[in-house]
């Protein structure tokens, strides 16, 4: 009988030059998708479509094709382009009312400030969720509801997103050089991770 041969090394998951690829589709994917962001119509499309590409990034593919993420924009702008616009409204808003209430003495001022930061977490919660409402309903009046019920169906990890593109938004301002053009892929990994890492995982399945 021939002897024992000796079991085959498994390869390891990741080798380095994956872990390369793997970086440099997301700084293609974050500087393209700040590039969306300029235009604020295509703020929210284009963040679909980032996690569109974001869900079928391994370390082993090819490339980020940014035609195909333009594509998906452009796929998604009728029912996501107003909500770059609404949310940078929403977002002015909540600085002036936070502003206006600091300047009112207690306890009235500080009952409004409380509102004030409910009301705007709501709003940053669907938000935030809204790309990932986007790409799963088919109408813009779906969206909002789509995205209320993510949130709702997964409250803790819902929270520990916003917390986390929270601390990204502070990271980037404090670091712009390098925070800026990390900020788009943080973004998107933290909705991806949060909420779209696959059907079976999703909170409205």
């Known amino acids: 009988m021939s002897p024992d041969l000796p079991a085959p090394t ?4 990741y080798t380095l030059f ?4 793997f970086a440099g589709n997301l700084l293609t ?18 963040s679909a479509a980032a996690l569109d590409a ?22 998604y702008f009728r029912r996501l382009w107003m909500f770059g616009p ?15 209430w600091l300047t009112i003495p207690a306890p009235a001022g500080l009952i409004m400030v409380a509102v004030t930061l409910v009301v705007g977490t ?5 938000g935030l969720a809204a790309p990932t ?17 993510i949130v709702a169906l997964a409250p803790g990890r819902s929270i520990l997103a916003l917390m986390a593109a929270a601390a990204a938004v502070v990271l980037s301002v404090q670091f712009p050089a390098v925070g800026l053009v990390a900020l788009g892929a943080a973004l998107t990994e933290i909705a991806y991770r ?12």
């Open 29 to 46: 994917l974050s500087i393209c998708l700040l590039i969306l962001w300029l235009g604020l119509l295509t703020a929210a499309p284009g």
């Open 10 to 13: 498994p390869r390891p998951r």
């Open 18 to 21: 994956g872990v390369l690829n």
């Open 194 to 205: 949060a909420w779209g890492r696959s059907d079976s995982e999703s909170p409205t399945r």
């Open 133 to 149: 409402s986007g790409r799963r309903v088919e109408r813009a009046g779906q969206v909002v509801r789509q995205a209320a019920r």
């Open 54 to 75: 974001r869900k079928r990034m391994t370390p082993d593919d090819p490339p980020v094709s940014v035609r195909a993420l333009f594509a998906d924009t452009g796929r």
């Open 122 to 126: 709501v709003v940053s919660l669907l």
């Open 86 to 100: 609404l949310m940078t409204i929403l977002g002015v808003g909540t600085w002036i009312a936070l502003a206006f």
